[in-house]
Protein backbone atom coordinates (compact mmCIF):
# COMPACT_ATOMS: atom_id res chain seq x y z
CA UNK A 1 0.00 0.00 0.00
CA UNK A 2 2.67 2.66 1.21
CA UNK A 3 5.13 2.29 -1.71
CA UNK A 4 2.01 2.50 -4.41
CA UNK A 5 0.53 5.87 -3.39
CA UNK A 6 3.73 6.97 -2.21
CA UNK A 7 4.02 9.10 -5.58
CA UNK A 8 0.93 10.12 -5.40
CA UNK A 9 2.06 12.38 -2.37
CA UNK A 10 5.38 13.12 -3.75
CA UNK A 11 3.57 14.92 -6.70
CA UNK A 12 2.42 17.15 -4.39
CA UNK A 13 5.56 18.40 -2.91
CA UNK A 14 8.38 17.81 -6.47
CA UNK A 15 6.87 18.78 -9.55
CA UNK A 16 9.42 16.33 -11.58
CA UNK A 17 8.59 13.30 -12.90
CA UNK A 18 12.75 12.33 -13.75
CA UNK A 19 13.66 12.75 -10.28
CA UNK A 20 10.38 11.43 -8.77
CA UNK A 21 11.11 8.11 -11.17
CA UNK A 22 14.53 7.95 -10.17
CA UNK A 23 13.89 7.65 -6.62
CA UNK A 24 11.32 5.10 -6.98
CA UNK A 25 13.10 3.21 -9.20
CA UNK A 26 16.09 2.94 -6.84
CA UNK A 27 13.90 2.24 -4.04
CA UNK A 28 13.60 -1.12 -5.53
CA UNK A 29 17.17 -1.72 -5.03
CA UNK A 30 16.31 -0.60 -1.44
CA UNK A 31 14.03 -3.24 -1.22
CA UNK A 32 16.03 -5.78 -2.55
CA UNK A 33 18.55 -5.29 -0.10
CA UNK A 34 16.10 -5.00 2.58
CA UNK A 35 14.86 -8.17 1.97
CA UNK A 36 18.83 -9.60 1.97
CA UNK A 37 19.69 -7.22 5.29
CA UNK A 38 16.45 -8.36 7.57
CA UNK A 39 16.64 -12.03 6.61
CA UNK A 40 20.19 -12.16 7.49
CA UNK A 41 18.95 -10.29 11.18
CA UNK A 42 16.47 -12.54 11.66
CA UNK A 43 19.02 -15.45 11.05
CA UNK A 44 20.76 -13.95 14.31
CA UNK A 45 17.72 -12.57 15.86
CA UNK A 46 15.26 -14.75 15.42
CA UNK A 47 12.22 -13.55 13.32
CA UNK A 48 10.34 -11.93 16.24
CA UNK A 49 12.65 -9.83 17.22
CA UNK A 50 13.62 -8.65 13.63
CA UNK A 51 10.22 -8.04 12.78
CA UNK A 52 9.37 -5.99 15.95
CA UNK A 53 13.11 -4.06 15.32
CA UNK A 54 11.74 -3.19 11.60
CA UNK A 55 8.69 -1.80 12.95
CA UNK A 56 10.34 -0.13 15.02
CA UNK A 57 12.70 1.02 12.60
CA UNK A 58 9.29 1.73 10.14
CA UNK A 59 7.74 3.77 12.82
CA UNK A 60 10.49 6.00 13.04
CA UNK A 61 10.95 6.86 9.62
CA UNK A 62 7.26 7.11 9.02
CA UNK A 63 6.88 9.70 11.80
CA UNK A 64 9.85 11.77 10.22
CA UNK A 65 8.89 11.56 6.50
CA UNK A 66 6.88 14.82 6.59
CA UNK A 67 9.76 16.62 7.77
CA UNK A 68 11.33 15.67 4.69
CA UNK A 69 9.29 17.23 1.58
CA UNK A 70 11.15 20.25 1.92
CA UNK A 71 14.63 18.96 0.33
CA UNK A 72 14.57 16.48 -2.67
CA UNK A 73 18.23 14.48 -0.43
CA UNK A 74 16.41 13.75 2.22
CA UNK A 75 13.23 12.90 0.82
CA UNK A 76 14.96 10.28 -1.34
CA UNK A 77 16.85 9.17 1.74
CA UNK A 78 13.76 8.07 3.89
CA UNK A 79 12.01 6.96 0.14
CA UNK A 80 14.63 4.65 0.32
CA UNK A 81 14.59 3.35 4.06
CA UNK A 82 11.09 2.71 3.27
CA UNK A 83 11.70 0.78 0.61
CA UNK A 84 14.56 -0.67 2.99
CA UNK A 85 12.23 -1.86 5.88
CA UNK A 86 8.99 -2.83 3.81
CA UNK A 87 11.49 -5.12 1.41
CA UNK A 88 12.14 -6.84 4.76
CA UNK A 89 8.60 -7.24 6.16
CA UNK A 90 7.54 -9.67 3.70
CA UNK A 91 10.69 -11.31 3.63
CA UNK A 92 9.75 -12.25 7.43
CA UNK A 93 6.08 -13.28 7.43
CA UNK A 94 7.27 -16.61 6.03
CA UNK A 95 10.30 -17.47 8.76
CA UNK A 96 8.07 -15.58 11.99
CA UNK A 97 4.61 -17.54 11.09
CA UNK A 98 6.86 -20.93 11.13
CA UNK A 99 8.58 -19.39 14.39
CA UNK A 100 5.33 -18.61 15.84
CA UNK A 101 3.12 -21.39 15.02
CA UNK A 102 5.06 -24.57 13.89
CA UNK A 103 5.66 -26.03 10.39
CA UNK A 104 2.17 -28.48 10.63
CA UNK A 105 0.27 -25.41 9.09
CA UNK A 106 2.37 -22.81 8.17
CA UNK A 107 1.23 -22.72 4.30
CA UNK A 108 -2.24 -22.14 5.99
CA UNK A 109 -1.16 -19.68 8.44
CA UNK A 110 1.08 -18.15 6.03
CA UNK A 111 -2.16 -17.46 3.84
CA UNK A 112 -3.85 -15.63 6.06
CA UNK A 113 -1.44 -13.25 7.06
CA UNK A 114 -0.65 -12.42 3.71
CA UNK A 115 -4.48 -12.25 2.43
CA UNK A 116 -4.73 -10.20 5.42
CA UNK A 117 -2.08 -7.90 4.46
CA UNK A 118 -4.18 -7.65 1.16
CA UNK A 119 -7.21 -6.67 2.27
CA UNK A 120 -5.91 -4.31 4.81
CA UNK A 121 -4.01 -2.56 1.52
CA UNK A 122 -7.05 -2.93 -0.50
CA UNK A 123 -8.85 -1.34 1.60
CA UNK A 124 -6.21 1.80 2.32
CA UNK A 125 -6.23 2.41 -1.08
CA UNK A 126 -10.40 2.76 -1.35
CA UNK A 127 -10.33 4.99 1.56
CA UNK A 128 -7.65 6.90 0.20
CA UNK A 129 -9.55 7.35 -3.13
CA UNK A 130 -12.54 8.42 -0.83
CA UNK A 131 -11.33 10.78 1.27
CA UNK A 132 -8.64 13.40 1.06
CA UNK A 133 -6.20 12.26 3.20
CA UNK A 134 -2.80 14.46 3.74
CA UNK A 135 0.96 13.07 3.33
CA UNK A 136 1.18 13.64 7.23
CA UNK A 137 -1.72 11.96 8.27
CA UNK A 138 -0.88 8.74 5.82
CA UNK A 139 2.67 9.33 7.70
CA UNK A 140 0.88 9.46 11.28
CA UNK A 141 -1.12 6.43 10.83
CA UNK A 142 1.34 4.33 8.67
CA UNK A 143 4.03 4.98 11.68
CA UNK A 144 1.00 4.32 14.64
CA UNK A 145 0.15 0.77 12.91
CA UNK A 146 3.88 -0.02 12.90
CA UNK A 147 3.51 0.32 16.62
CA UNK A 148 1.09 -1.21 16.96
CA UNK A 149 2.28 -4.22 15.02
CA UNK A 150 5.46 -3.94 17.15
CA UNK A 151 3.72 -4.96 20.31
CA UNK A 152 1.68 -7.18 18.31
CA UNK A 153 4.39 -9.72 17.69
CA UNK A 154 6.26 -8.75 21.21
CA UNK A 155 2.92 -9.83 23.00
CA UNK A 156 2.58 -12.81 20.71
CA UNK A 157 5.87 -13.92 21.20
CA UNK A 158 5.66 -13.79 24.64
CA UNK A 159 2.16 -15.59 24.79
CA UNK A 160 3.55 -18.07 23.10
CA UNK A 161 6.76 -18.69 24.89
CA UNK A 162 5.08 -18.58 28.21
CA UNK A 163 2.50 -21.55 26.91
CA UNK A 164 5.36 -23.18 25.27
CA UNK A 165 7.06 -23.39 28.80
CA UNK A 166 3.79 -24.55 30.77
CA UNK A 167 2.83 -27.07 28.46
CA UNK A 168 5.95 -29.09 29.36
Request: aromatic share 18%; hydrophobic share 50%; net charge positive.
Amino acid sequence: FWIGTLKTFANKYFNDEAYLVAVFSCGSLFSCLGRITWGILSDRLGSPNALMFINCTFMVVNYLYPLMTGSKVLFAVWTFLTFFCEGGIFILFLPLTISMFGHKHSNSNYGLIFASHTVFSVTNILLMAHYDVSFFSACMAIGTLSLCATVNVFALSYHIEYFKGRSG
